[in-house]
């Protein structure tokens, strides 16, 4: 009785262990300027190719347009009727420079065409920047709704670290621009406003942000307080961020990592990759061996 054998052509098995390197090769992460950290859209939906979505594509544009020269602006569009006008505005973080600001927007308008198809109104706040729009006019209003709490890990009754807390976050507070940033020892704080509200409106929403944030968070190595229109945050040390050597942390200011991380990352990368060529390498010789091995029996039968 004839046997059948089914072999795995060398070829197809190699493309498996190729694509296996690929995989389990750690992927490049994106920088902290277009890291998600909330978003959301209307109930409300628009009819495709109507005025509406017109004037939306319009409006997008333009804030897209603008993110080329300014950090922040807000835009109009005033349709044939009140329900076709939309209104729209972008903030870039107060440290990005105007590269930065304008990739930011335009990769934030790209994902909100994705996440808030057809929706009336979408908001979207990355690392980096901020986007909205709506039907309704929201310019000026000033919304103190909690979106974003997290805290890091608990550093228990350490008075010197509380006290550095409470210090940084008081910086943040007295400072009375738009774009806040703070620091005392090894903590660094930021807070910041969306440019439509008043002076009076901003300091009033940064503070309510840095009190929720120290009730909630001033306990903890890091923490993150958004409110609808201005955001509150801290980080000690390297716990959640590692300092740029402009007085705040990654994902605080320039998004730029400590280069003795990023050589431990290219080392780890290495170490996995070269280990998997060598056992790639190992498995190609051990399955050409087999291969004549069995191609020889078959000639000697």
């Excluded at 190729?18 to 389990?24: D, E, F, N, Q, T």
């Excluded at 996440?115 to 103190?144: M, R």
């Excluded at 738009?178 to 503070?207: E, F, K, N, P």
């Excluded at 942000?209 to 909630?216: V, Y």
Aim: a neutral charge; aromatic letters at 8%; proline letters at 2%.
């Amino acid at each position: 009785m004839s046997e059948t054998r089914t072999r795995l052509p060398l070829s197809s098995f190699l493309t498996f262990l190729y694509g296996a390197v690929a995989i389990l090769t750690p992927p490049s992460s994106p920088t902290s300027v277009d890291t998600y950290v909330f978003g959301g859209c209307t109930i409300q939906k628009y009819i495709p190719n109507s005025p509406f979505h017109a004037n939306l594509n319009l409006l997008l544009g333009r804030l897209v347009g603008s993110a080329t020269s300014a950090a922040y602006a807000n835009f109009t569009v005033v349709g044939s009727t009140s329900q076709d006008t939309i209104y729209g505005l972008y903030q870039c973080r107060g440290d990005l420079n105007s590269g930065d600001c304008s990739k930011c927007v335009a990769g934030s308008v790209s994902r909100l065409g994705t996440i808030c198809s057809d929706a009336c109104g979408g908001a979207l706040q990355l690392e980096g920047c901020f986007v909205k729009y709506d039907n309704k006019s929201f310019f000026g209003v000033e919304d103190k709704t909690v979106v974003v709490k997290k805290c890091g890990p608990s550093i228990g009754s350490d008075l010197d670290a509380l006290t550095g807390v409470d210090a940084a976050l008081a910086y943040l507070v007295n400072d009375g621009g738009t774009y806040r940033t703070g620091g005392v020892g090894d903590v660094r704080s930021v807070a910041q406003c969306v440019g439509d509200l008043s002076v009076s409106d901003c300091q009033d929403c940064v503070s309510d942000a840095i009190k929720l944030l120290k009730s909630g968070c001033g306990n903890s190595a890091w923490g993150d307080l958004f409110l609808a229109k201005c955001y509150a945050r801290f980080t000690r040390g390297a716990a959640h961020a590692q300092d740029d050597g402009n007085g705040y942390g990654r994902g605080y200011g320039n998004g730029h990592k400590d280069s003795n991380d990023n050589e431990n990352e290219v080392n780890k990368t290495l170490a996995i990759i070269i280990g998997l060529i060598a056992a790639v390498a190992l498995l190609t010789l051990f399955i050409t061996y087999l291969n004549k091995k069995c191609e020889n029996r078959k000639g000697g039968k």
